[in-house]
């Protein structure tokens, strides 16, 4: 059975154990569609970031999710949770501690590589949530899943033009909240 396939609303749910192997290729999916998001080499590998979604969806919940929709967002919210804690532990890392690296380079990387932007957007979106919940669902969704505004619709049951709306509120409030 594909998960992507099933009605948002089947009350039997999703079992997680008996349907590993469709669900690893939806994570797969999905945590390809986050890495898009981040440079070569980046953070993760999508593999190590797939199985540590799956092992956490088996021991977070047993092994059962109400829907497709409620599936996708602990996921997407799950590769937030990993991303940030692998940032925070390779800034650990590296020679002190977390204080800032100064390049005699100018560097023209992508900021969504640097651990402590991923720590800076997960603060954020932890404000975020707070002020919007729904926001930030959609957020997780779109950049962690990867998943189209009109999927994220879909899986939140909600109309394309709010998620549009939230979408677009959600990025300019982000942008503001992570200027320097």
């Given at each position: 059975m594909n998960l992507m396939a099933e009605p948002a609303g089947d009350p039997a749910g999703v079992d997680v154990v008996a349907m590993a192997p469709s669900l690893y290729g939806e994570l797969r999916r999905l945590a390809a569609a986050y890495m898009r998001h981040q440079p070569a080499g980046g953070v993760l590998q999508p593999t190590a970031l797939v199985h540590e979604v799956y092992l956490r969806l088996l021991a977070q919940r047993q092994g059962e999710y109400e829907n497709r929709a409620h599936f996708l967002g602990v996921a997407a919210h799950l590769m937030r949770l990993i991303a940030t804690d692998h940032a925070r532990a390779r800034l650990a890392q590296k020679r002190g501690g977390g204080a800032p690296h100064v390049e005699l380079q100018p560097s023209h990387r992508d900021p969504a590589a640097c651990p402590s932007f991923l720590l800076d957007l997960d603060r954020a979106l932890e404000r975020l949530?707070?002020?919007?919940?729904?926001?930030?669902?959609?957020?997780?969704?779109?950049?962690?899943?990867?998943?189209?505004?009109?999927?994220?619709?879909?899986?939140?049951?909600?109309?394309?033009?709010?998620?549009?709306?939230?979408?677009?509120?959600?990025?300019?409030?982000?942008?503001?909240?992570?200027?320097?």
């Open positions: 949530e707070r002020r919007s919940p729904r926001q930030c669902q959609i957020v997780e969704l779109r950049y962690y899943a990867g998943l189209s505004e009109a999927e994220t619709a879909a899986a939140l049951d909600i109309s394309l033009r709010t998620v549009k709306r939230d979408w677009a509120t959600a990025k300019a409030w982000l942008y503001q909240q992570l200027q320097p």
